[in-house]
C-alpha cells in the first residue's frame, strides 16, 4: 500500500483523478500523521473536522467530472491567512481566539481550485523571523537532525509549513515570503519554495506585515508541485490595488526540462566573506549541473548587495510599524485595561500584553525610522538605496535570463541560536532579502547535504513574472541534484 | 552615530503605544542600537539623483467607480471585538 502522505502532489492528483484512493482517504491518512507529529508544533491547530467536510466534497465533485488544479488535495494554510470562521493568529498572542468573517483571496483561489485544508501553520510572530522561535504559540521543531541530535530550527517565517511538508503532514502548504521567509525555511527543512513576483498573488486577507514586500506562494516537495500550486493561488485580484492584472500561465508546461542556451548569471557579491566552505561547494555543483545541462554561465555584478540588509531593516520595520498600528485593543483581538485607564493606557497594556518581544521591536525600529528628524536620513535613504538594487537586478537581466545563488549561508541551527543579538538572527536572510527589495520571483530547491546530513537549498532568481524560467530551470537542476535525503523516519 | 538613551526609547515606546517598564527600557535601547548601528552602512551609498523607490508594482494604482458594494454586516464587523455595546465598539471614556 502506498504511503499517502508521502506523495507528490502531482502523484495525488494523478491518483485520485485514476480512483486509486480518495480525497477522504488522503486527508484520513494525514490527518494521522498530524497526529503522529504534534512534537513539531508545526501546527498552531488543526482543523481534521473541517478537511474531513472537504474532502467529501471535493470527492463528491469529482464524481460529478468536475475536478480543480487540486481537487482533494490536502495541504496546510500559514495562520498569517485570514480562513472564515477558522482561528487567524499570525502566531501572535494579541490576535489570539480571532475568527475572521472573510477569506483570504489565496485560500479562496486554493479551495475554489478543490484544495482542502488539514490545519493552520505555526510560524514567526506576523513573520517576523527566520527560526520560527517568535510564536507564541511555541517553537516548531524541524523534523531533520543533525549528528548532535540536537532539536534545530525549521527556519522561518513560514517554519510550521516547511516542517509540515518536511515530515509527512501535508503534501504542501502555503508560505508567505517577505525577506526569505518561504525560501529559507524550504531550504532548512529540505523541500522546494517559491515566492513568486510581487503582485502575483494576492495580499487580500494575508494579515499584512510589510505591504511593499509581502508575497504568498507555495511549499512543496518538488518544483512541478511548486508551478501546480502557484497555478492555484495567482491571479488578479481587485481587493489588492497591488496585485498585478496579467494573466496565469500554466506554470507546469514551462517545466520542458530544456535549458539549452539559456544564460544563467552568477553573482560574484555573493561570495561573501565567512561564507562556510560547503556552501560554496554546493553553489558550485549547482553551477556545473546546470552547464551540463547546456546552460551558459556567465559572470554578474550586484554591486548594492552587501546594503540590501540594511535597507531590508528599515524599509520592513516602518511600514510593520504602520500596518501593525490596527492591533489597538478596540476592534478584534486581545484587550488589556484596568479600572479608570485612558485610551492611551489601553492602547499600550494591549500592545506590550500582546505582542512579541521581536515584534514590539521591530514597531519601535519602524517608528523610529519614520519619526521626524529621522525619516530622510532612514527611511527616505534606505528607499534610494532600494532602488539601487532595484536597478542592479535589473541590469543584470539586460544580459541573463536567471540568476544562481545560496538561498542561506547555513544549514538549519540548533534552537536558541542567534538568540542573543537581532542582529546575529538577521544575517541569515543576507542571500533572499535582495530578491525581495526587487520584488523578483525566487525559489529554493535542496541539492545537497551539509556535513551533519542537512539539506541545503540553492535559490534561482528571475526576472518579474518570468516564473516560468525560474520553474524550468529548477526542474533541470532537480533532476541533476536528485536530491532523495528525507528525515529520519521519513524514509520510504 | 546613533546610541539611542532611555529617553529617546522611552520617546518612541510612546509614539509606539507599547507600554515598557523602566528596566525594559534599558534592554530596548542596546538591542535597538545595535540595529541602527547595523543599518548605518547605508549611509556610505551614493544615491545622487535616486528617486525614492516605494512601490516594485509597476503599475498606476487603479481607479473604481465611488460606489457601495457591500454593506448591512454589524454583526461581522463586531464578531471579534474585544467589548461592544447597542451595536457600537466599546472605547475608554475620552471626553470628560
Not at chain 1, 481537487?71 to 498572542?93: M, W, Y
Not at chain 2, 535616486?50 to 498606476?60: F, G, H
Amino acid at each position: 500500500m502506498t504511503d499517502l502522505t508521502n506523495l507528490t502532489l502531482a502523484e495525488a492528483r494523478d491518483g485520485l483523478a485514476k480512483g486509486d484512493y480518495t480525497s477522504v482517504e488522503l486527508t484520513e491518512a494525514h490527518i494521522k500523521s498530524m497526529e503522529a507529529h504534534r512534537n513539531l508544533n508545526a501546527y498552531i491547530i488543526e482543523t481534521p473536522g473541517k478537511a474531513i467536510e472537504m474532502a467529501k466534497a471535493s470527492d463528491a465533485k469529482r464524481a460529478k467530472g468536475d475536478a480543480g488544479k487540486m481537487e482533494g488535495l490536502p495541504i496546510a494554510i500559514k495562520d498569517l491567512f485570514c480562513t472564515e470562521g477558522v482561528q487567524t493568529t499570525a502566531a501572535s498572542h494579541i490576535l489570539e481566539g480571532f475568527k475572521p468573517e472573510y477569506e483570504s483571496t489565496v485560500t479562496t483561489n486554493l479551495f475554489n481550485n478543490g484544495a482542502v485544508m488539514l490545519g493552520k501553520a505555526n510560524l514567526d510572530e506576523f513573520a517576523m523571523g527566520s527560526s520560527n522561535t517568535s510564536s507564541y504559540y511555541g517553537n516548531v521543531i524541524n523534523p531533520w537532525k543533525g549528528k548532535d541530535g540536537k532539536d534545530l530550527v525549521p527556519g522561518g517565517s513560514s517554519g510550521g509549513s516547511a516542517a509540515a511538508v518536511a515530515a509527512g503532514m501535508a503534501l504542501a502548504a502555503t508560505g508567505t515570503d517577505t525577506g526569505g521567509s518561504i525560501r529559507q525555511p524550504a531550504s532548512y527543512c529540505g523541500i522546494v519554495g517559491l515566492k513568486p513576483t510581487y503582485g502575483r498573488c494576492s495580499r487580500w486577507g494575508i494579515v499584512a506585515f510589510a505591504s511593499s514586500l509581502d508575497q504568498a506562494g507555495p511549499m512543496t516537495r518538488t518544483v512541478r508541485d511548486a508551478a501546480i500550486m502557484l497555478g492555484a493561488m495567482a491571479g488578479h485580484d481587485a481587493k489588492d490595488s497591488t496585485s498585478a492584472p496579467v494573466a496565469v500561465p500554466d506554470f507546469e508546461a514551462a517545466l520542458t526540462g530544456d535549458i539549452r542556451g539559456m544564460k544563467i548569471g552568477i553573482p560574484k557579491e555573493y561570495r561573501v566573506d565567512n561564507m562556510p566552505e560547503e556552501i560554496n561547494k554546493l553553489w558550485d555543483n549547482g553551477i556545473a549541473m546546470l552547464r551540463d545541462a547546456g546552460a551558459e554561465v556567465v559572470d554578474v555584478t550586484l554591486p548594492h548587495t552587501k546594503y540590501a540588509l540594511g535597507t531590508y531593516y528599515i524599509v520592513a520595520p516602518a511600514e510593520a510599524s504602520s500596518n501593525l498600528a490596527r492591533y489597538d485593543g478596540l476592534r478584534y483581538g486581545q484587550r488589556v485595561m484596568d479600572e479608570g485607564d485612558s485610551l492611551d493606557d489601553m492602547y499600550m497594556k494591549s500592545r506590550a500584553a500582546g505582542f512579541g518581544k521581536e515584534v514590539q521591536r521591530r514597531i519601535m525600529i519602524g517608528t523610529y525610522v519614520l519619526s521626524a528628524g529621522y525619516y530622510d536620513a532612514y527611511y527616505n535613504k534606505a528607499l534610494k538605496v532600494r532602488r539601487r538594487i532595484y536597478e542592479d537586478f535589473a541590469t543584470a537581466f539586460g544580459t541573463v535570463d536567471a540568476i544562481l545563488a545560496p538561498t542561506a549561508p547555513s544549514a538549519a541551527f540548533a534552537i536558541g541560536e542567534n538568540e542573543d543579538d537581532p542582529v546575529k538572527m538577521y544575517l541569515n536572510d543576507v542571500f533572499t532579502v535582495p530578491a525581495s527589495l526587487a520584488g523578483l520571483p525566487g525559489l529554493s530547491l535542496p541539492t545537497g547535504l551539509s556535513s551533519e546530513g542537512l539539506p541545503l537549498g540553492l535559490q534561482l532568481i528571475g526576472k518579474p513574472f518570468d516564473e516560468e524560467t525560474v520553474l524550468r530551470v529548477g526542474g533541470v537542476l532537480e533532476t541533476a541534484a536528485n536530491f532523495t535525503a528525507k528525515p529520519a523516519g521519513q524514509e520510504g | 552615530m546613533s546610541s539611542l538613551d532611555k529617553e529617546t526609547v522611552r520617546r518612541i515606546a510612546f509614539l509606539s503605544r507599547i507600554n515598557v517598564s523602566e528596566e525594559g527600557l534599558g534592554e530596548l535601547a542596546g538591542d535597538l542600537t545595535r540595529i541602527l548601528d547595523f543599518v548605518e552602512e547605508l549611509q556610505e551609498v551614493d544615491v545622487e539623483g535616486c528617486d525614492p523607490l516605494t512601490s516594485v508594482a509597476d503599475l498606476t494604482l487603479p481607479m473604481r467607480k465611488d460606489e457601495v458594494t457591500d454593506g448591512n454586516i454589524q454583526q461581522k464587523v463586531l464578531s471579534n471585538a474585544p467589548m461592544t455595546d447597542a451595536g457600537c465598539f466599546v472605547v475608554p471614556k475620552v471626553v470628560e
